[in-house]
């Protein structure tokens, strides 16, 4: 841990190395950053890439889900901070200025062509799980596909629900976006830890039918919905547990499904 970054001259195969523009402190343990993107990095909305620094000679890459849509000129991430986490310990002090690594590889399997076309399409996130929805909810192509669009997001914390404010405002506003999102996008925000208007777990909150009533919808049904989840591994295997109870079936990059799965990656 003692070994600083090292300033990012020339990238090394594989990866570009992109300047940081903005950076923005949501808590002491969540950030995000904007970089500039290569215009030869393509990705579609929802997938991840390698992204990291220069440590010891070597670059220290950690998976991260694009927070920008496929279409935005520039690159966001969402990250945690882990004080002794031999990336993030390091990423949390990046300064505008300074250069990232971003691998030039994009995958994963959070992406439209994954699930097959329905009527409402639901994304669950924990923490910063929500990194792949901020990239799909900011592409017409999701709205073109689906009646709604529900962004369930439970964190422990309020000031945890990163890009609440963007997200109920500004987003709603965007010059491209705005009607498709006032008209489609429903933001469910949850608090397990603290008083809010919302509380519990998506599990618990779509086994009780509260989460399809507060949004206003269907109750979840795999001939019409879709869901794509993200977070951590146990949420991700009670989420897929209770979606398969109730008859949904998991895509894959091969075949569609009713839902997709991944992990929201802890970066340390
Ligand atoms: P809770 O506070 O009840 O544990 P974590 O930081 O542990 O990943 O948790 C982030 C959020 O995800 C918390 O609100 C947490 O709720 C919730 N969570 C944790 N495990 C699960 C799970 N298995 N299913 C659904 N939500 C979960």
Redesign the pocket.
Known sequence: MDIAAEPIVAAPPGFFAEEVFWVHHWTDSLFSFKCRRDPGLRFTSGQFAMIGLMVGGKPLVRAYSMVSPAWEHHLEFLSIKVQDGPLTSRLQHIQVGERVLIGRKTVGTLVLDNVRPGRNLWLLA??TGLAPFMSLIRDPDVFDRFDRVIVAH???EVK?LAYRDYITGELREHELLGEMVSEKLIYLP????EPFPVQ?????RLESGDAERQAGVEPLDPEHDRVMIC??E??N???KALLEARGFIEGTNHVPGSYVVEK?FVTK
């Open positions: 924990t923490g439970t964190v422990r945890e949850s608090v397990t830890r519990g777990r998506i599990t618990t977070g951590s146990a949420m295997s009670d989420c929201a």
